[in-house]
């Protein structure tokens, strides 16, 4: 069955920091693979996504993420978190078999100054 | 380009009653999908729209129902509520169906159940 996993429900990080979302997934061909950012009182926005190609994908916000297929990690980074970006993020991956879109739990960050 | 709107943002209802929420998506996409977030479940997929016609289905009960009209704008409708239907309902919209397809979202309707 397809599944996204996000292993941490929070994290974390100084205002200036590097940051590293975690996310897996389970799914029988190449996915088609989301990340999502939430923040309070408000809908989802799209942050990037992959479908095929560079498995390096450059998003929103200065956010890109690494489709490692023998990992079956789609892992979301910023080089230098700012404290706008404290938020929720969710991973999702497109699905077939009629659910659309199928979200991990999602993690939320914390930036400290 | 407008985003996607839906309304209301909140309501207020008591066990038994039903609720309509409506959601209008961004001009020119035809594909409408509707989500129920909840602390203890997150994102629930709800139904797909697109052409009038529900496209895919998650596995609520009957008691969920939606359409969508020939403008693409969808409804969403739960009849008979139940306290666990307390919930943030959101709404996303995307040019076509199909599972590719990134998804815009609306601010949602925050539903609460006395």
């Known amino acids: 069955a397809q599944s996204v996993t996000q292993p941490d429900i929070h994290i974390t990080v100084s205002e200036g920091a590097s940051l590293e979302l975690r996310c897996n997934y389970s799914y029988g061909a190449t996915p088609y693979l989301f990340w999502y950012v939430q923040s309070p009182g408000q809908g989802l926005q799209l942050l990037l996504k992959?479908?095929?190609?560079?498995?390096l994908v450059q998003g929103i916000k200065g956010f890109e993420a690494e489709f490692k297929r023998s990992q079956s990690s789609f892992n979301l980074r910023k080089p230098s978190v700012h404290w706008s970006d404290a938020a929720e993020y969710f991973c999702a991956v497109g699905a077939t078999g009629g659910f659309k879109t199928i979200f991990g739990a999602g993690t939320r960050l914390f930036v400290k100054a | 380009k407008a985003g996607v709107t839906q309304t209301p943002r909140y309501l207020i209802k008591t066990r038994g009653q039903q609720v309509t929420l409506s959601c209008s998506p961004i001009?020119?996409?035809?594909?409408v999908s509707w989500y129920q977030q909840t602390p203890g479940q997150g994102l629930q997929f709800l139904f797909e729209?697109?052409?009038?016609?529900?496209?895919n289905k998650g596995n609520f009960p009957g008691r969920f129902s939606g359409r969508q009209f020939s403008n693409s704008r969808s409804e969403m409708n739960v009849s008979t509520l139940e306290l666990g239907d307390s919930a943030l309902y959101l709404c996303?919209?995307?040019?076509?169906?199909?599972?590719?397809?990134?998804?815009?979202f609306g601010d949602g309707t925050r539903l609460s159940i006395l």
């Open positions: 996303a919209s995307s040019l076509d169906q199909g599972a590719g397809q990134p998804q815009h």
């Open positions: 001009s020119g996409h035809r594909s």
């Open positions: 992959y479908f095929s190609g560079d498995t």
């Open positions: 729209y697109f052409s009038e016609t529900q496209r």
